[in-house]
């Protein structure tokens, strides 16, 4: 099965090496000082304290007849659009869309094709540091990589990319509305960033009570307004944060942000992509505002 990974951010880079691991043909597209990096050195990564070099290829262009079983598109999501244009020459059928946005995806079909789309979102996080990714998947019970079609129905090619995580040792789910729970997901991660944006001291966030209350109070409100808008949240665990007393999720938020876990998966990205999540946050309540 040949697979691309296009973006060599810390997604993109940690799933490739993972798909290479499991003894796949990946080929990695990258470009900038991050290709420079990538053919001089290769993909390196940290796995148990050793620095390993992912079994992968490098290029820094696409051919429309290069084709893949899946292109795993992992950018930003300010970044999503050009590389739907870039892709639309390329004959792949399914281009599985790891991004973050609420958008249409009719929009997105309208560029690079009906049906080409599968819809999904990564159980990762981490960092890149001197060059070496020092990354890790989410813990299944928190979120596997989750996708589904936008029909929601079980299809071959769902199927085939299941066979394909379990192989690759990554935990996975299928969503049945990949839309849902992406706004779902939105409801949880934008509060989550906008918390470090607000303390005084972002690493330490959890220590700063007022900031965590308030979290607690914009989670609360929007699985409330969600819950009303779509009748069911996505997965069915997001209701904790509406079953959770305010002063057990204030603590619990707390303890969160205060962990390792927290700084590995919300910490990292948070500060390092405000550009991208303060866009998501302006689109989120947009969705809000115009829904009520």
């Known amino acids: 099965m040949k697979l691309l990974i296009y973006g060599a951010g810390v ?3 940690l799933y490739a090496a993972l798909f290479g691991e499991a003894g796949y043909d990946v080929t990695v597209y990258a470009r900038g000082r991050r290709l420079e990096l990538l053919e001089s050195k290769g993909l390196l990564y940290l796995q148990k304290g050793k620095i390993k070099r992912a079994d992968v290829k490098i290029v820094s262009k696409l051919s429309d007849d290069d084709i893949y079983d899946f292109i795993f598109l992992s950018v930003r999501e300010n970044q999503l659009y050009e ?3 870039e892709l639309k020459i390329n ?3 399914c281009i599985v869309t790891l991004v973050n946005s609420i958008d249409d995806y009719e929009k997105w079909e309208n560029i690079c094709g009906k049906g080409r789309i599968l819809p999904a979102f990564p159980g990762a996080g981490g960092s890149i540091k001197e060059d070496i990714l020092d990354a890790g998947l989410t813990p299944g019970v928190v ?11 079980i299809t071959g090619r769902v199927k085939k990319l299941s066979k394909l995580m379990k192989k690759s040792h990554i935990p996975y789910q299928v969503a049945g509305d990949m839309h849902k729970w992406q706004l779902c997901h939105l409801a949880m991660v934008v509060p989550i960033a906008d918390a470090y944006y607000e303390a005084e ?5 959890g220590k700063e009570r007022k900031v965590m209350v308030k979290t607690a109070m914009r ?4 699985f409330h307004f969600l819950k009303s808008h779509l009748g069911k949240l996505s997965p069915n665990k997001m209701y904790l944060f509406l079953l959770i007393p305010m002063p057990i999720l204030t603590m619990a938020l707390s303890l969160i942000f205060c962990s390792s876990f927290g700084n590995r998966f919300m910490y990292q ?3 390092k992509a405000p ?12 969705y809000v505002k115009t829904h009520r």
């Open 219 to 222: 989670l609360k409100r929007n």
């Open 143 to 153: 979120q596997p990589t989750t996708f589904a079609e936008i029909s929601g129905k």
């Open 269 to 271: 990205h948070s500060v």
């Open 201 to 205: 001291f972002p690493q330490m966030a």
């Open 83 to 85: 590389a739907l244009e």
């Open 275 to 286: 550009d991208e999540m303060k866009r998501l946050h302006k689109q989120f309540y947009t």
């Open 11 to 13: 997604i993109g880079s």
């Open 91 to 93: 004959k792949s059928t």
